[in-house]
């Protein structure tokens, strides 16, 4: 069974930064194109960046670019999230998401191509 675990969630202020990982176990040998998405109260998941297996290939949220960055090392596992200058409207639950792809170098920017999901981290950002 997948098992997408993430960590590095918290409280920071306004301007501050965090880093969450993605730790993935149980999957069948292969290449995963992971995303990382957010859902904020009230409001519907969003898809914060993503990266294809080979790492060469992200995408990122307008709203995050710039300022957020997603990354693998060489063994592909975990995924990290760096996040720097982080504003208010940041705050909320952040999942990663794994999707098998036969093309190393995709990336996928729908939910809806995800199979396994993470039980997610919160991060909330003061002012």
């Known amino acids: 069974q997948v098992q997408l675990v993430e960590s590095g969630g918290g409280l920071v202020q306004a301007g501050g930064s965090l880093r969450l990982s993605c730790a993935a176990s149980?999957?069948?040998?292969?290449?995963?194109?992971m995303g990382w998405f957010r859902q904020a109260p009230g409001k519907e998941r969003e898809l914060v960046a993503t990266?294809?297996?080979?790492?060469?290939?992200?995408y990122y949220a307008d709203s995050v670019k710039g300022r957020f960055t997603i990354s693998r090392d060489n063994a592909k596992n975990p995924v990290y999230l760096q996040m720097n200058s982080l504003k208010p409207e940041d705050t909320a639950v952040y999942y990663c998401?794994?999707?098998?792809?036969?093309?190393?170098?995709?990336?996928?920017?729908?939910?809806?191509?995800?199979?396994?999901w993470g039980q997610g981290t919160q991060v909330t950002v003061s002012s």
């Open positions: 990266i294809s297996w080979s790492g060469r290939n992200t």
């Open positions: 149980g999957r069948a040998a292969g290449s995963y194109a």
């Open positions: 998401a794994s999707h098998f792809s036969y093309s190393g170098n995709s990336y996928y920017t729908s939910a809806r191509d995800y199979s396994d």
